[in-house]
């Protein structure tokens, strides 16, 4: 290998704009020893212009996304950039009713309704829910609830509320009614004292009729409902034994109107 | 749902006309729905995600070349972006260059963690990221665009990660082969030999 060889794989470098200033210096002298030198710098310096219009593409698996869907359903967003200051001009952090709103994110929103409760914790959503057709339907398997949660995040008119649970926490209902779906989301909820557990209830009128049974995985968990929603219906989380019930055995405490 | 990895090594290329579209409607598109995503809107996420998936994910792979960590490293920028939005600031560019760059910096990231084990002395964020161009894009631009990834598709996976690591992320050569832990003989080679061969595919003459 010559030399001349070592220093024209500078020429790369030189055009992308990687070299040490050492390289640099070593290359001009490179360049100067003759035109052929120069002129392929010239076309590497083009290859190099037009490298920067370049825009990879690749497909991600439909996977990905259904994870990330389900991810940012418990993530909190940052506070806005100079939340407080004023910059005007941009679009996004200038001061506007927008940024006001945006202020209050949806899953840190309080939502006005007390309904004080006896012993057990009840929450009530009212949105639009339909009818479980079993009692106590089986639980799908996780992989597939979190494609039904990533649908109805999807949906373009996907709704939430959220409600602060009796006895701590927080429970935001997401739903869909073209997609009549909906999935809940718990956040800083306890575990369901011994020998009881949490149920959820599509509830039209004085009909109740049960969603499943929520077990948390953790203080942050989210489930879909079972059964289908419709309009007009509300939802609702109760204790109730082990196993559940046919019917609610507590007075809902907590009503949310969407 | 079956894995399927393949999917992952296929690059889209679209024609002059849909680039051109879909180009046009990038920049302005992000912009809107980042905008939405900073006040929690999950659907507007929903939709930016499909926008520039494709996008952030051909980014890192040609950094990273391993499907799976490009994978994961896609994820880690998109959450980023649901974090974020609230923080960016339209001034300092568009949307989309602002996932772009995020994208490229995590892919460097990943490389630089993965081999912290062997050299802890690397040189590295010495240069900034080549800025993503964010003019408005009009259909020359689009045909430009699609001759330089067609181009940079004609390469092997590792020409294809030495011009991308000199090129986007600056590194000089000694960088480059302690981040690839390879000898710097062989990235010179690696990109001399892309070059040539970008320059052929290009039809670049002086």
């Keep these: 290998m010559t030399a001349d060889d070592e220093r024209a794989k500078l020429a790369a470098g030189h055009a992308l704009g990687s070299l040490t200033p050492e390289e640099e210096a070593e290359y001009g002298r490179y360049l100067a020893e003759s035109a052929e030198h120069r002129l392929e710098a010239t076309e590497f310096e083009q290859v190099a212009k037009t490298l920067a219009f370049s825009q990879p ?5 439909p996977e990905l996304k259904q994870r990330l869907m389900a991810q940012i359903q418990t993530m909190p967003q940052r506070p806005r950039a100079g939340e407080t200051a004023s910059s005007a001009g941009s679009p996004i952090s200038a001061s506007s009713p927008a940024a006001e709103r945006a202020r209050v994110r949806w899953f840190r929103r309080p939502v006005a309704m007390t309904v004080a409760a006896a012993a057990a914790a009840v929450v009530l959503f009212v949105g639009g829910l339909a009818l479980g057709n079993g009692i106590h339907p089986a639980t799908p398997p996780v992989s597939a609830q979190s494609d039904v949660l990533a649908q109805i995040s999807a949906a373009p008119d996907a709704q939430r509320a959220s409600v602060t649970v009796t006895g701590g926490g927080e429970a935001t209902l997401v739903w869909s009614p073209s997609l009549a779906k909906s999935a809940v989301v718990v956040d800083g909820v306890a575990q369901a004292p011994a020998g009881k557990t949490y149920q959820l209830w599509y509830i039209h ?13 953790g203080s942050r968990s989210w489930q879909v409902l079972s059964g289908t929603m419709r309009a007009g219906d509300a939802v609702g989380i109760t204790i ?19 | 749902m079956p894995q ?5 090594g296929d690059v889209q290329m679209s024609s002059n006309g849909s680039a051109a579209n879909s180009a046009v409607a990038i920049g302005a598109r992000s912009g809107e729905l980042l905008a939405r995503v900073a006040e ?7 939709e930016l995600y499909d926008l520039m998936a494709s996008r952030v994910l051909g980014s890192i792979r040609r950094l990273l070349l391993d499907s799976a960590q490009s994978e994961e490293v896609a994820q880690e920028v998109f959450l980023e972006v649901w974090q974020s939005a609230p923080t960016f600031d339209a001034q300092r560019g568009s949307a989309a260059g602002w996932i772009i760059t995020m994208a490229k910096r995590r892919a460097i990231d990943r490389i630089r963690a993965s081999q912290s084990a062997h050299d802890r002395d690397i040189r590295i964020g010495t240069r900034d990221l080549q800025p993503v161009d964010d003019v408005a894009e009009t259909a020359e631009i689009a045909v430009e665009r699609e001759r330089a990834d067609r181009a940079m598709q004609s390469l092997s996976d590792v020409q294809r990660q030495v011009i991308a690591l000199a090129y986007d992320g600056g590194y000089s050569h000694s960088e480059i082969s302690e981040l690839l832990q390879v000898p710097i003989g062989t990235v010179k080679t690696r990109l001399r030999d892309g070059m040539i061969r970008l320059r052929t595919e290009m039809g670049v003459s002086a």
């Design chain 2, 4 to 8: 399927n990895s393949d999917m992952l």
């Design chain 1, 205 to 217: 009128d004085s009909d109740a009729r049960s969603a499943g049974l929520l077990s948390l995985g």
């Design chain 2, 40 to 46: 929690g809107d999950q659907s507007a996420f929903a």
């Design chain 1, 240 to 258: 109730e034994p082990a196993g559940g019930s046919k019917a609610p055995t507590t007075k809902p405490v907590a009503v949310f109107t969407a």
């Design chain 1, 57 to 61: 593409q690749v497909t991600p698996p």
